[in-house]
């Protein structure tokens, strides 16, 4: 299922690319498709809306996924695929604190993402969506955000199989409305910031299940993205590192010494002044 | 027609002679005055927004203000104009109050260790399963002793809630935070006059002796001060003299600064009374009548303190005390204000009552523009109330046996009193706290207590975030932002006292919850079924229902809606108006507020009268409890103290030793200090708290790092420029750090601020956007524009714990250090604290207790004391 998602993507990223052939399929296949990927949907939002629990580490075990994985690419350490399945699961919990559950951590959540702090506009835009959609956030084992990335998974996951729905019930017109709620969810939302942030994951993760999860999420996002001919700008970036603004400041950027001593001390001795010009506000 | 000819020199010339004539055209134009707030509106949507009052809560003065939500967002914090004691305005820190709630490095949800103490390793855990752990720790250690439990907070505004959760369980082992920051100030305030602080009418007053105090910027209640301060200034054209070690913005802002070796304000006050006593400028009838000694008897007795013998010790000139002495006294009104200037030192105790001595001297006391009492309102607890512990514990937040006067507690020798087994610890509460951090010794001491999980061996944080502290936390339990819980509020913090709350602005994030809430789920767990006696302690449904057991049956507040009043406009009295042009309060009629003085000649009613009886001293006593003073033929409330008066000569003191008088004692290794020797201080900066604040952005972006301050008379000996590296060595450790080389400190004297250097409290307090793993700094924009990259050193850990022998104060400016140039090994930021001297400094430090071997010899005056055995523990244990 995921390899044949995974390679429909590929076919379909090249016909973006060579936009020569267009393969026409049934209603049934596409049906087909909305449900295998809402199955990576739900499967990448069980990842990040909390940690793993027991069944969906059992999911993921199978020698059937594990080989699916492997096909695409994700491929996991004996951390993950040799290790007893209790101490493994308190290693993920804490790998899952530690990256998106504490201080210092990353959370996998739009606002902190885009605008750096808790519950700001897409918390509320994403909401909003839902409630237009019929959906309202329930809580988990653990309370969270509407803009937190698995919740935001799990609607597209729900819409696709919405549009599955449709499209065995001959329903073209509601499958392509709900398509274009996806597709506007993805340029309005997701297409944001999960590529930069699986990125980010896949760096920083100690574990190899989210550092391959990580993979997955960039992986996938960016399928999708091109399957559904987005043009988005992903403003997370996953940047390594931060970067101070280029350009002339108001201040001396080599604080801390908060009058002009050194630096004219320094020009004076003609070593060079480290000390900018205040701008003529006139 | 000609027109005139028009020169500067003329058109000047034409101007004089007008000057009448422009008087009385009409003036239609007045200067206009911006909007005094209490409205907002949304700049792309235009619509007005909601506006939720509350109190503030990043430091603790407690200012009015309104949040304002847009979209279910907190956009905006502001004062609130309805608020009579901060009138509308709020500091920086309140302003960036907001980032606190939204903060990425919060902590949602409960967490429990994984790895070792410290490690930081932490899995994700669920309230159930916190509270379970939490709940079967505590049943362990309730069946070995209560007492084993330990509750220690930083900031407690819960309004009862931490002491009601330690006597639910049955412990009477709480501890705060006052040593650490004013108690020595306190426990010079209350035995002469009740309460533990004072007010000074700024705005009215004609003259201020500021001994210590930086209220523009920091000290208790800094926001609604220093309006006053500015008022009395301009307004009242008052003249106010600063004794600082440093150059503060409060020194810079007074008419004279005066330098001051550190801990000797109470030596220059005492001379300042010898002046007043010596040349009669004392007002005697106020003395006779209020206080519980004679003008004689301090005659006599203020004989010693001349100014050319506080000249020697503290470097002020004989001339300008002589000088300060003739205005303050001849000046009326005038007023004095303290800070932990004169109260962080060995005798800190001591200085603060020589301060407060001068307004006694001069009868400045309750006048308008006076030194007054504090004016607060309290507000009752839900029944029942849980009893107090039968048990004492060693210690507590009111009482240590080595120092039974202070009252405040002693709480920063803790660590020691659990290092030496005094104190047994096998659950640890933490609540809004960070001793690793604050306090002396640091991560020396406090890190070292908490890694030893023999001596703590369960450690529970109520936090928001995780600190130096929590960091070695066993569970942590997230605790709601102050923007987002319920709590009664009322402080002292101007002449009119009133009532406030906090209430929630938005819902809490993830599942943090409100600490009483916390609390109640804590002792819910324990007695599920109510059978141990003691969930009925803790029988309110939510915050909201416990803020109504406060507040819906008080007197006043009652008939105007209780809780909902209080939820509609923040404050309860709303006194008046406040006026936008001149910023004061008026009534309908736009006459400014006026508020009560001499509240302690406020006169007995018949009825107050009924029964009681008037002993010889004039002290009157109804039903055993004394209720006023009989004074010249009336009978007056007097002072909130047990006899009713002021008391000059405190008796308590003597029993232990102490000098009951007046007095000051020098620090003795101040006075065999080098030449290359110098006192460390610290300060508060004004956009910073002690420790919460680094992770704010808009205040870290304004002070994120603290070079150390030296005057250049003394970096010229050591061959230091500003900018240059700095080690600086006390007995207990050393740091490496920046020097700024500047005229405004003592020579003496070198300053290093707190509120920088932390190593944990998230991305941005620590800096660690660049470190690998690659947390923080990349997902958030904001940080994009972190253009410094010092985060400053913090200086605690080579501040060794010493404590006032009468107030239990830290004496944070006591400490000896050398100042060097940085070797070539040195590193800016390097800390190193060597927790075996500061054990040997802190056993150093009790040697001037009360059961001290240097106690007498500092005190020979109080030869005729019999000696400790004759006045064991006799100190209130509360």
């Keep these: 299922m995921l390899s044949e998602v995974l390679l429909r993507n590929d076919r379909e990223t090249a016909e973006i690319t060579q936009p020569a052939v267009v393969p026409q399929t049934s209603p049934e296949e596409q049906a087909a498709e909305c449900r295998a990927r809402a199955a990576i949907y739900r499967l990448l939002a069980a990842v990040f809306v909390e940690e793993v629990t027991p069944d969906l580490l059992q999911a993921i075990r199978s020698e059937a996924l594990l080989a699916q994985l492997a096909e695409v690419g994700i491929r996991f350490d004996d951390d993950f695929t040799a290790a007893p399945d209790a101490a493994l699961l308190e290693a993920l919990a804490a790998e899952y604190t530690a990256l998106f559950a504490c201080t210092g951590g990353f959370p996998p959540v739009e606002s902190v993402r885009l605008y750096g702090l808790f519950q700001q506009e897409p918390a509320f835009q994403v909401a909003e969506t839902y409630r237009q959609h019929g959906f309202v956030l329930k809580k988990g084992k653990f309370a969270t955000f509407p803009d937190q990335l698995g919740v935001e998974l799990s609607f597209v996951a729900e819409l696709l199989e919405r549009a599955a729905d449709a499209l065995e019930n001959g329903d073209v017109a509601t499958q392509r409305k709900l398509e274009k709620t996806i597709k506007r969810f993805w340029a309005q939302h997701l297409g944001l910031w999960v590529r930069g942030y699986g990125r980010l994951v896949q760096r920083a993760a100690a574990h190899s299940f989210y550092r391959e999860m990580g993979r997955f999420l960039t992986g996938f996002a960016e399928e999708e993205i091109a399957a559904m001919g987005l043009k988005v700008e992903d403003r997370d970036q996953g940047k390594l590192e931060v970067e101070k603004i280029p350009g002339k400041v108001e201040f001396n950027p080599d604080e801390p010494i908060c009058n002009a001593c050194v630096g004219s001390m320094a020009a004076a001795k003609g070593q060079g002044a480290t000390v900018s010009v205040l701008h003529d506000l006139r | 027609m000609d027109m005139p000819k028009v020169t500067r020199r003329t058109f000047l010339k034409v101007s004089a002679a007008a000057g009448g004539a422009a008087a009385a055209a009409p003036r239609l134009l007045q200067a206009m005055e911006n909007e005094l707030g209490g409205r907002d509106y949304g700049p792309v949507t235009m619509a007005q927004r909601q506006a939720i009052p509350y ?25 609130n104009p309805e608020h009579v004691s901060t009138r509308g305005r709020l500091c920086a820190k309140g302003n960036a109050g907001m980032w606190y709630t939204y903060n990425p490095d919060r902590v949602l949800y409960p967490l429990k260790r994984v790895g070792a103490r410290g490690e930081g390793k932490w899995k994700r855990i669920t309230w159930e399963e916190a509270l379970t752990e939490v709940a079967q720790r505590l049943d362990a250690a309730l069946k070995e002793d209560p007492n084993t439990i330990m509750l220690k907070w930083g900031r407690d505004r819960t309004g009862g809630a931490l002491i009601r959760f330690m006597h639910t369980l049955g412990s009477d082992n709480t501890m705060n935070h006052t040593s650490v920051c004013e108690s020595s100030k306190k426990v010079g305030l209350e035995p002469t006059w009740g309460p533990d602080i004072e007010t000074p009418d700024f705005s009215k007053t004609k003259y201020v002796l500021n001994f210590g105090s930086n209220v523009l910027e920091a000290s208790y209640f800094h926001n609604p001060l220093s309006q006053r301060v500015t008022e009395g200034r301009i307004d009242n054209h008052m003249k106010i003299v600063t004794f600082d070690v440093r150059l503060s913005n409060t020194a810079g802002y007074s008419d ?110 309750e006048k308008a523009g006076g030194y007054c009492l504090p004016r607060g309102m309290g507000w009752p607890q839900p029944n029942p109330k849980p009893p107090k512990p039968a048990k004492h514990a060693y210690a507590n937040h009111h009482h240590h046996p080595l120092f039974p006067l202070a009252s405040h507690g002693v709480s920063h020798l803790t660590p020691f009193d659990i290092f030496e087994g005094r104190t047994k610890v096998n659950v640890y509460f933490t609540y809004m706290d960070n001793p690793v951090y604050t306090n002396p010794g640091a991560q020396a001491v406090w890190g070292q207590l908490f890694k030893d999980e023999k001596l703590i061996p369960f450690f529970v944080s109520i936090s928001t975030v995780i600190g130096e502290e929590t960091a070695y936390a066993d569970i942590i339990l997230p605790d709601c932002m102050f923007l987002e819980r319920w709590e009664p509020e009322s402080m002292p913090n101007s002449l009119w006292p009133w009532l406030g709350i906090r209430q929630p602005i938005i819902a809490p994030l993830g599942e943090t919850r409100e600490t009483r809430v916390i609390l109640r789920d804590i002792i819910h767990k324990l007695d599920p079924d109510g059978s141990r006696g003691m969930k009925q302690y803790w029988n309110f449904k939510d915050g909201e229902d416990y803020m109504r057991q406060h507040f819906d049956n008080i007197p006043g507040l009652k008939d105007v809606g209780g809780l909902d009043f209080l939820k509609k406009k923040g404050v309860w009295p709303i006194y008046g108006k406040l006026d936008s042009r001149t910023g004061k309060v008026v009534d309908k009629t736009g006459r400014e507020i006026k508020a009560e003085y001499e509240l302690y000649k406020k006169e007995l009613s018949d009825s107050d009268m009924m029964g009681a009886t008037i002993e010889p001293n004039g002290l009157i006593v109804k039903n055993g409890k004394a209720i006023g003073i009989r004074r010249n033929g009336k009978n007056y409330v007097g002072f909130p103290t047990p006899n009713r008066l002021l008391n000059v000569r405190v008796d ?216 400790p055995e004759q006045s064991q523990d006799q100190g209130q244990h509360s």
Aim: charged letters at 25%; glycine letters at 8%.
């Design chain 2, 55 to 79: 109190t503030c809560h990043v430091c603790n003065i407690q200012d009015g203000a309104i949040a304002y939500v847009e979209n279910g967002r907190i956009v905006k914090l502001e004062g």
């Design chain 2, 256 to 365: 004279e600064w005066i330098p001051v070796f550190p801990g000797t304000d109470g030596a220059v006050a005492l001379a300042i009374g010898h002046v007043i006593l010596r040349d009669d400028l004392q007002d005697s009838e106020f003395i006779n009548t209020w206080t519980n000694v004679t003008v004689e008897e301090l005659k006599e007795h203020y004989k010693s303190f001349t100014p050319e013998w506080a000249e020697k010790i503290s470097g002020v000139p004989a001339a300008t005390i002589e000088r300060l002495a003739h205005e303050f006294a001849t000046t009326k009104p005038a007023t004095v204000f303290t800070y932990r200037g004169p109260a962080k030192h060995l005798y800190g105790s001591y200085n603060e009552k020589a301060c407060m001595m001068l307004p006694i001297l001069t009868g400045n006391v």
């Design chain 2, 652 to 867: 308590e003191w003597a029993k232990y030793g102490f000098n009951p008088m007046p007095t000051f004692k020098r620090v003795p290794w101040h006075e065999t200090m080098k030449d290359d020797e110098l006192v460390l201080t610290t300060y508060k900066f004004n956009v910073h708290v002690q420790s919460r604040t680094a992770s704010v952005k808009w205040l870290a972006e304004i002070v994120h790092n603290n070079p150390m301050w030296i005057n250049p008379e003394t970096a010229k000996k050591i061959g230091v420029k500003t900018g240059d590296l700095v080690r600086v060595e006390s007995k207990v450790g050393y740091l490496v750090t920046k020097a700024y080389v500047t005229e405004g400190i003592h020579p003496k004297v070198v300053a290093i601020a707190t509120g920088c250097g932390h190593w944990e409290y998230g991305r941005l307090a620590t800096l660690k956007l660049n470190e690998k793993p690659q947390f923080g700094g990349t997902e958030d924009p904001d940080l994009k524009n972190v253009w410094w990259d010092d985060k400053g050193v913090h200086p605690n850990i080579i501040i060794p714990a010493i404590a006032d022998p009468i107030g239990g104060s830290q004496a944070w400016y006591d400490t000896v250090v050398r100042v060097t140039k940085a070797g070539p090994n040195d590193k800016y930021g390097d800390v190193f604290g060597d927790f075996q001297k500061h054990l040997e400094a802190y056993r150093e430090g009790l040697r001037f207790t009360y059961k001290g071997d240097l106690h007498r010899k500092m005190h020979p005056e109080m030869a005729h004391w019999p000696g």
